[in-house]
């Protein structure tokens, strides 16, 4: 098991519990690409299945994969009409032009190779079905990243990870993958949090949780403070309000 699937075992049952952000970024997704009820539609890296559970829900045929173990019992447990495998997207043990979409939501920028992922999604996909894959930002929500960013730097050097997952630029890579009419469109969610206590526990929820990890217990515990007092600050000039915006990279595979 790698660690970034590891990482999002050990997280599962918290996952997309304190906000919905996954959910919200999920049902925007599909507002892009309008599946059809009937539609065999295919979710790699489905997490909870913020994009599978509400995919299911519009009518498609939904086929979920996912590397962490508790991710796939979890999702499995809530929604069996979903058909949900454990399995590494690089490679998929799934027959040759069976889906009529593929989707991955905030996956794509986090697997070690993303160009086999794509072929491989490319290889299940039909001729003319769609690709849809979301990537965070651009934006920094209201500030807060930054405000992180900048306490995190104190603490870098002791860190045993990067701060943040590198950039990965995808239209170029579903182009070299083979996929054509490639295009790009921004969603966004917008979602006031209670309390700065909330906001953390969100925060801690999803994958910021290793760059937390990663800086041993007392230089994390010091991080959180500082990040607390932060998110009280901002609480009281306004509230705290989940205000993020992701890209979804589109295409298709050729017709023939
Ligand atoms: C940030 S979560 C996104 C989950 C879901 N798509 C969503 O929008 O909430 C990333 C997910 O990708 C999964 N993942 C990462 N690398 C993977 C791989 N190589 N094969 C299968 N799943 C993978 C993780 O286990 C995790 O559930």
């Known amino acids: 098991m790698t660690d970034t699937w590891a990482l999002f075992d050990r997280l599962a049952d918290g996952y997309d519990q304190v906000v919905p952000f996954f959910a919200e970024f999920g049902a ?31 009518g498609c045929s939904v086929t979920a994969v996912d590397a962490a ?27 040759d032009a069976t889906f009529d979409v593929a989707t991955a939501g905030f996956v794509i920028h986090l697997v070690a190779d993303p160009a086999r992922v794509l072929t491989e999604l490319r290889r299940v996909l039909r001729p003319g079905a769609t690709v849809a894959l979301t990537t965070p930002g651009p934006g920094d929500d209201r500030g807060r990243w930054q ?14 990870a990067r701060s943040r ?7 170029p890579a579903l182009r070299a993958a083979g996929f054509v009419d490639v295009r790009t469109v921004g969603i966004a969610v917008h979602l006031p949090v209670s309390d700065p206590q909330t906001c953390w526990d969100f925060h ?53």
Request: aromatic share 4%; proline share 7%; hydrophobic share 50%.
């Open 28 to 58: 925007r997704l599909l507002d892009v690409v309008q599946p059809h009820p009937g539609m065999r539609l295919l979710d790699v890296g489905s997490g909870r299945g913020a994009i599978a559970a509400a995919a299911a829900a519009r």
């Open 165 to 171: 997952p590198a950039h990965l630029d995808v239209p």
């Open 147 to 160: 405000a992180f960013d900048a306490i995190w730097s104190d603490f870098a050097a002791r860190a045993t």
């Open 69 to 95: 173990p508790r991710m796939v019992a979890l999702l499995a447990a809530a929604h069996p009409e979903i058909d949900v495998r454990l399995m590494d997207i690089h490679r998929l043990d799934l027959p």
């Open 204 to 256: 801690m929820s999803h994958g910021f949780a290793a760059r937390v990890e990663a800086l041993g217990p007392s230089d994390a515990a010091a991080f959180k403070q500082r990040a607390l007092a932060e998110l009280t600050r901002m609480h009281r000039s306004g509230g705290i309000i989940v205000d993020s915006r992701a890209t979804v990279c589109l295409a298709k595979s050729p017709a023939s």
